[in-house]
T-cell receptor
């Protein structure tokens, strides 16, 4: 049973480009969480999704960031017009049940904005 | 003030020592997680607990709901335990009961 998969593992973008980060949850998991870890800082919640629904996006910056979790395929975190401050590690986690389930983390995507 | 506080921030131990990492939180929670992050960054979930105590190998996690405090203990520490240990609280209010609030982590270094 494969764990949570994220790709790419490393992503380099120039300022102004778009970044697309993918997260495939564990088999049987329908809840996905995205977290961001800025350099030298702790993890911060960004968004919580179920299939085809955004449940909580209170941690997402209001502009340039969006997330989706379609019926088929991975969850996507999209950052438009990236800036240097977006450079961070982005982790996703999945759980089989809402709220009460243990979360399993992916290996993360390290985004570097030049 | 961060809603989840960990101490110490950094900890150096000799191989074989008993290690304790503390976590205090100021919000109502439904569960508390202990996570391990190795250099290179992958995150592993060690424990999720909402009461009492859990044990897995040389790791023990306890939580006191009344005092809003949790501890992670490592017995007979080993250099391979060197990592950042992160405490994360799952809130029990609001529309979303899934997202976590994280402590800043405790960086543990175990010397041979």
């Amino acid at each position: 049973n494969a764990g949570v998969m994220q790709n790419p593992r490393h992503l380099v973008r120039r300022r102004g480009q778009e970044a697309r980060l993918r997260c495939s949850p564990m088999k049987g998991h329908s809840h996905v969480y995205w977290y961001r870890q800025l350099p030298e800082e702790g993890l911060k919640f960004m968004v919580y999704l179920q299939k085809e629904n955004i449940i909580d996006e209170s941690g997402m910056p209001k502009e340039r960031f969006s997330a989706e979790f379609p019926k088929e395929g991975p969850s996507i975190l999209r950052i438009q017009q990236v800036v240097r401050g977006d450079s961070a590690a982005y982790f996703c986690a999945s759980s089989p049940t809402s709220g009460g389930g243990e979360q399993f983390f992916g290996p993360g995507t390290r985004l570097t904005v030049l | 003030k961060n809603e989840v506080e960990q101490s110490p921030q950094n900890l150096t131990a000799q191989e074989g020592e008993f290690i304790t990492i503390n976590c205090s939180y100021s919000v109502g929670i439904s569960a508390l997680h202990w996570l391990q992050q190795h250099p290179g960054g992958g995150i592993v979930s060690l424990f999720m607990l909402s009461s009492g105590k859990k044990k897995h190998g040389r790791l023990i996690a306890t939580i006191n709901i009344q005092e809003k405090h949790s501890s992670l203990h490592i017995t007979a520490s080993h250099p391979r335990d060197s990592a950042v240990y992160i405490c994360a609280a799952r809130l029990n209010y609001g529309g979303s009961q899934g997202n976590l609030i994280f402590g800043k982590g405790t960086k543990l270094s175990v010397k041979p």
